[in-house]
């Protein structure tokens, strides 16, 4: 971690995460914006459960790799940002520009590439998107979107602390747009700078022209600028989830690992109906 910062630095992505979570579970459970479902309790245990076994193995794989990259990136100068010698704090800004396009390019590709999207899919599978389905991905989307991205570090020239903070904002976000909640009409003037409820919420729809759009991640002005924003007058009206899913034995844990080796009709060739 960057010297400038103190060690406590580190543990504001997990009270955040944790923060974030409580209040918004909360928010849902006082007023949802599909109406509450059973077994909420047992849905969020198995998706936390998931993300607690995902966050081991990353921090093993990954953790002390990300941070010695980036060290080695900057002191020998490599990568975007150092080349055009953008000072502290001014360069956090293109840093999560730079990261969160890079998002939107992976999300993209797990929809368009059918072994990308054996993997994704697990995330699609919940018919009660909540705010724990925020931190329902499969061990194995991860693991490629991590090593990826140590490749990426020397070419943006991001530190260890753009990255925490870029995480940080990440899942908060994250966690707010999947969360059964409408934001009422400050959904529309805020969807022009960050993804919400009612924009993500069209993204998990069951329609195949719904769910390949809106991959924006943090802001919204990638799906803007590449034609892959679409909106629904009433979100009510969505269906979420994968129907080839919906037995709940794909919604257990070991069915939720399972998911991307499972045999479905559903083909990632093209954005047609099936």
């Not at 150092?82 to 992976?106: K, N, Q």
């Amino acid at each position: 971690m960057d010297d400038r910062f103190p060690e406590w630095v580190p543990a504001i992505k997990p009270a955040l995460t944790v923060l974030a979570l409580a209040a918004l579970w909360t928010w849902e459970s006082v007023s949802p914006f599909f109406a509450d479902r059973t077994l909420r309790s047992r849905h969020a245990l198995r998706n936390i459960a998931i993300a607690l076994l995902n966050t081991v193995v990353l921090a093993v794989l990954f953790g002390a790799a990300t941070v010695g990259v980036a060290a080695w990136a900057a002191e020998r100068g490599y990568g975007l940002l150092h080349w055009l010698d953008v000072g502290w704090p001014w360069r956090i800004v293109p840093a999560i520009v730079l990261l969160d396009a890079w998002l939107y390019v992976w999300h993209r590709l797990n929809h368009r590439v059918p072994l990308l999207w054996r993997f994704h899919r697990m995330h699609h599978s919940d018919a009660a998107m909540d705010v724990t389905t925020a931190t329902r991905f499969h061990l194995g989307e991860h693991l490629g979107a991590a090593t990826l991205r140590l490749g990426l570090i020397p070419i943006f020239g991001v530190t260890a602390i753009e990255i925490l903070v870029f995480e940080t904002l990440v899942v908060v976000n994250t966690m707010l747009h999947h969360a059964n909640i409408s934001l009422g009409p400050l959904d529309r003037p805020l969807r022009w700078l960050i993804v919400t409820p009612d924009m993500h919420k069209v993204h998990h729809s069951r329609l195949r022209r719904e769910t390949d759009s809106n991959y924006s991640t943090l802001l919204s002005l990638w799906d803007r600028l590449f034609g892959s924003y679409r909106m629904r007058a009433d979100c009510r009206t969505i269906e979420l989830g994968l129907a080839e899913f919906d037995d709940d034995r794909y919604q257990t844990i070991a069915g939720m690992l399972r998911t991307p080796f499972e045999r479905t009709n559903r083909s990632r060739g093209s954005t047609v109906e099936k």
